[in-house]
């Protein structure tokens, strides 16, 4: 396939890969390879130690033995960009260039290593089915991933044309707009009028874009949509449970006719938080800023006296769900640091100790009082 076919391409376009997302910035950074007499290139999609990348010259297979390092978070992914051989057969990749955002999960394996799903992205699309009940928990784990990695998340409640009555749809927008402070929250039914698009069509229109959710969400369906065409393969859901299969089963990179670049992935079963402290403290910025008016600096919002958070939820100001949630994420990600972290495992020890000590001298003090009366 010539450049001229590839989307987006006119002779206005002052740069080839413009539709791919190049700018200034990474002219910038591949100068020196260029001075080397390599081809930049956006990787669209790996597959087994192979990744097909677009360049100026058009689609081409690169090898990518040169850049296999040990590190799971520094193989090529889909959104790379990299500096491939100019020719020869086969062709490799020689090496990549600074990523500016990485959206990255723990892996479900036992050795809790990262994975990275994607890279370089501006926004993180997060696809929920409103064909079965919301789960509130699930979105607050995508939103911290997605916040960690730099990226601007959106919720896009798929499906909405199961929720025919506006009332109720808004109170589930209601739901998610307060489980997501500073996150767009956007409707969408990809049938009848396509309800939403326009919208969804208007954020993902500038920058990299990731379509992430669980298997069943209607991530194909709304790629198709915003792409125009049906470019990838849809599968009904189970009836049961409203879930589906992996239709999408690798990561693929796609250029959108009205600007801007969709990267679609697989659903995701397993959500890990990864090193996401600042994402999980973004998720529940409400309850950090009460934090902040908490009587003692190091609160754990527990029993402490004038602690601001417990205030709020004794008024309705903020849900005890929402706090529960809060502490799971934060456990969650220390577990996973702790695991890399030796200075920080012994610091937890520490206080799981203190905790410990402080619950045995509290019970002792309990039975005394028992005693004396």
């Not at 790629?223 to 992996?246: F, I, P, S, T």
């Not at 890990?272 to 919002?301: K, M, N, P, Y």
């Not at 030796?342 to 937890?348: D, N």
């Amino acid at each position: 396939m010539s450049f001229s076919s590839l989307p987006g391409s006119s002779s206005s376009t002052s740069h080839p890969l413009e539709p791919y997302g190049w700018d200034a910035g990474w002219e910038a950074e591949f100068a020196p390879y260029e001075a080397e007499g390599l081809l930049p290139g956006r990787v669209v999609r790996v597959d087994r130690g192979q990744c097909d990348v677009v360049t100026a010259d058009g689609p081409l297979r690169a090898d990518t033995a040169f850049v296999t390092p040990h590190d799971p978070l520094r193989v090529v992914c889909t959104g790379d960009w990299v500096a491939v051989e100019p020719g020869g057969n086969p062709r490799y990749v020689r090496t990549c260039l600074p990523r500016r955002t990485a959206f990255v999960r723990s892996t479900s394996s036992q050795r809790s290593e990262g994975q990275i799903l994607a890279a370089n992205v501006d926004h993180a699309v997060i696809a929920v089915s409103l064909a079965v009940e919301l789960d509130l928990g699930r979105i607050e784990r995508f939103l911290a991933l997605a916040w960690e990695s730099g990226a601007q998340p959106v919720v896009v409640l798929t499906k909405a044309d199961l929720v025919p009555d506006p009332v109720t749809l808004s109170y589930l927008v209601q739901d998610v707009e307060t489980t997501a402070p500073g996150v767009a929250v956007v409707p969408v039914s990809c049938l009848g009028d396509g309800g939403g698009l326009d919208t969804l069509a208007a954020i993902v229109g500038g920058g990299t874009s990731v379509l992430l959710g669980q298997s069943g969400a209607g991530k194909s369906t709304l790629a198709n949509a915003l792409l125009g065409e049906d470019v990838m393969d849809v599968q009904a859901n189970r009836d049961v449970d409203g879930k589906g299969r992996h239709t999408t089963t690798t990561r693929n990179l796609l250029a959108l006719p009205g600007g801007g670049v969709l990267i679609d992935t697989p659903g995701l079963r397993g959500v890990g938080l990864w090193d996401a402290e600042t994402g999980v403290g973004q998720v529940f910025s409400e309850i950090t800023a009460l934090a902040e008016r908490c009587r003692f600096h190091d609160c754990a919002h527990e029993a402490e006296p004038g602690c601001a958070v417990l205030a709020a939820i004794d008024t309705g100001e903020l849900p005890e769900r929402r706090l529960q949630s809060y502490r799971k994420l934060q456990r969650e990600n220390q577990r996973i640091v702790a695991k890399t972290d030796a200075r920080l495992r012994a610091e937890i020890r520490k206080d799981w100790k203190r905790k410990g000590a402080m619950g045995k001298a509290a019970m002792e003090a309990k039975r005394g009082a028992h005693w004396r009366s």
